[in-house]
């Protein structure tokens, strides 16, 4: 069993930055693979960036390619997603999202555990 509880969200320009956090509790954090996902009002659930357990691989949508950045601390239980450059599109509300099997994967019905999301509103 795992506890996701996400925090760094927040108010911001177009043009600045955000991180985000997401801290875990139960046993072998390391075990599990951590994405980040977003839903904005109206529109489905988007995954955004996700980060393996077996090597620290990192994938991203295209959207955020070269601004967003998902790493992990193991021995903090969390996972952070640097968000630079952000644009008003970027607005919604991030989950995090873990699973203890398969690839990287961007489709939510592939994960166990959720948080219950911050939002991020960039104003333009």
């Known amino acids: 069993q795992v506890q996701l509880v996400e925090s760094g969200g927040g108010l911001v320009q177009a043009g600045g930055s955000l991180r985000l956090s997401c801290a875990a509790s139960g046993r072998r954090f390391d075990h599990y693979i951590i994405a980040w996902f977003r839903q904005a009002p109206g529109k489905e659930r988007e995954g955004v960036s996700c980060i393996s357990s077996s090597d620290d691989s990192t994938f991203y949508v295209d959207s955020v390619k070269g601004r967003f950045t998902i790493s992990r601390d193991n021995a903090k239980n969390t996972v952070y997603l640097q968000m630079n450059s952000l644009k008003s599109e970027d607005s919604a509300v991030y989950y995090c999202?873990?699973?203890?099997?398969?690839?990287?994967?961007?489709?939510?019905?592939?994960?166990?555990?959720w948080g219950q999301g911050t939002q991020v509103t960039v104003s333009s």
């Open positions: 999202a873990a699973e203890a099997l398969g690839p990287c994967s961007f489709d939510g019905y592939e994960y166990d555990y």
